[in-house]
């Protein structure tokens, strides 16, 4: 399908998230967080050809496509040479576009992160906040994962490590459900 937008978007999109699989995970399976993700083990190859792949969705005109938007944001982490580079106000203007495309609760909650890091953990926390009662995310552990770490950045640490370990509660995967629980320890310190 070389004439197909999101075809190009989606190959894009593996290709940047596929990246970051080996900064992904420490020692002993350890989850390593973007954060503290060591950039010069990301594969340089795939990120070269998803930036690549999304250049050619964009020239078909599919720049707008849900995978397009998500490979987008991808593109913004690849691009970054740290979290702190990152152009987190670009990523939440994306994941509010991909809301619009999708109506998807989980990019509004990745907006709220990106917002979160653009804007301050006060207005991300407000946008997670407003999701609270979003029947699909209930039992979704990374909600209470995103609300722990924006209380985390305002300094209201017993809330936060209160939210960690109920995220770590709903987390199916025992690696990061560890992660989670360290968290949550780590903030009862």
Known sequence: MPA????????????????RLRARVGPG?????????????????LVRRGLEGLRRAE???GARGAYALQAAIAACHARARSVDDTDWARIAALYGALVQATGSPVAELNRAVAVGMALGPAQGLALVDALAAEPSLRDYHLLPAVRGDLLARLGRTAEAGAEFARAADLCANPREREHLRARARDLAR
Do not use: I
């Open 29 to 45: 399976g350890r989850v390593v967080p973007l954060a503290e993700q060591d950039r010069a083990r990301w594969d340089h190859l």
């Open 59 to 61: 020239e078909l005109g």
């Open 4 to 19: 197909d937008a999101e075809a190009h978007a989606l190959s894009a999109l593996m290709d940047l998230q596929a990246s």
